[in-house]
C-alpha cells in the first residue's frame, strides 16, 4: 500500500468522523502543508492559523474528497492554498484601508524545498523509507539505527544489543542489502 493509498482510506475513514484517523492524517502531512502556508504567508503566525482552520475544513469537508479527482496531498494541498490565499487577500484589503506599503513588503520568496511538489516527493520517498524499514527484521532494524542514528561502530553496535561482533555485522550487512533491494524495487534508488 502507498502512502497515497493510506492517506486515501484515512480520508475515508476521517468522512466518518474517526478521530483517530484525523489524527494520523494530521500527524503525516502537518509538517508539509505548513510548509505550504509559510511559504504563501511568509508568516509562520499566520500560517498556522490557516493550517488549524484547513483541517477544520478536513474534519467537515472529507466526505467531499474524490480519489479519483486528485491525491489526498494534492487535494489537502489545495485546501491550505486556498485558505492561505484567502488570508492573504483579506489582509491586504486591511492594509490598504490603513496605509500603502511597500511592494517589497508584499513580496514573498519561494523556497524550492517548500514546494509542494518537492514535499510530496520527499512525504513519498519517506514513506518507502520507512516500509522498507519495517521489512527488516528486528536485529536488522535495531542493528541499522544504531550505525546510523547514534552513529556506533560495530564493535559498539555488538556491545550494545548482546551479541558477537561477527552477528552484527551481518546484521549491519544484511539490513543494508535488504534496505537497499526493497528502496531499489520501490524506485527510491537509480
Known sequence: MTASDDLSAQLARVALQDRAAFERVY????????????RILNSRER??????????????????YNPSVATPMTWLINIVRNKSID?????????????ALDDEALEVRGDPELEPQHLLDAS????????CMAAL??????????????GLVHSEIAQQ????????????RRGLDKLKDCLG??????
Open 185 to 190: 524495487a520501490r524506485g527510491v534508488l537509480a
Open 161 to 172: 544489543m548482546g551479541a558477537p561482533l561477527g552477528t552484527a555485522k551481518a546484521w549491519v
Open 47 to 64: 500560517a498556522e492559523e490557516v493550517l488549524q482552520d484547513a483541517f477544520v475544513n478536513v474534519w467537515n469537508g472529507a466526505r467531499g
Open 87 to 99: 488570508t492573504l487577500r483579506s489582509g491586504a484589503g486591511e492594509r490598504r484601508s490603513t496605509g
Open 124 to 131: 513519498l520517498q519517506r514513506a518507502h523509507i520507512d516500509a
Open 27 to 38: 500527524r503525516a502531512t502537518s509538517a508539509h502543508l505548513l510548509g505550504v502556508a509559510l
Open 137 to 150: 527484521n528486528a536485529q536488522q532494524r535495531q542493528a541499522l539505527a544504531l550505525a546510523y542514528y547514534k
